[in-house]
């Protein structure tokens, strides 16, 4: 025999979790959406397959979006653009193409977690830090923006 409080899930829960997962909501978020406390969402993701499914479903495409946008920030994109003009009282309409360039921490973010062995911060058991490869690429990039310099 059951003791306590009735479960206060309703079996249209999981679609509407689904749906929220999918617009990148989080654990807290839903569970606000739905009243209750993330002990008891996570009552629900064990009690009912179906709304663990559901939330797994849902965050899917929401994680890839963010994955495929950390990806063109670290590689650098390219995207149409215009800009308004005035010209002789009239409004002149140009398009062009913006470029945004890679983007380093989003570059060391990316390789510390696809390849941790090659990129992970590296400290010697004598406590002082090994210059690696994320060192460079910061040198690098703060010689770039300083310009050529002049001999």
């Known amino acids: 025999m059951k003791r306590g409080r009735p479960s206060s899930f309703d079996p249209k829960y999981p679609e509407q979790a689904k749906r929220l997962a999918s617009l990148g909501a989080t654990d807290r978020e839903i569970a606000e959406f739905f009243g209750v406390s993330e002990q008891t969402l996570n009552t629900w993701k064990h009690a009912h397959p179906e709304f663990l ?18 990806y063109r920030r670290a590689t650098g994109y390219t995207y149409d653009a215009v800009k308004i003009f005035q010209f002789k009282g009239r ?28 990129w992970r911060d590296k400290i010697e058991l004598g406590g002082s830090l090994q210059v690696n490869l994320v060192d460079r690429l910061k040198e690098g990039r703060e010689r770039a923006e300083r310009g050529p310099t002049q001999s």
């Open 53 to 70: 499914d559901a939330l797994k479903t849902g965050k899917g495409p929401a994680d890839q979006r963010v994955e495929a946008s950390l």
């Open 91 to 118: 409004e002149v309409v140009v398009p062009y193409q913006e470029h945004v360039p890679p983007d380093t921490t989003a570059c060391i973010f990316w390789l510390k977690n696809r390849k941790p062995k090659e």
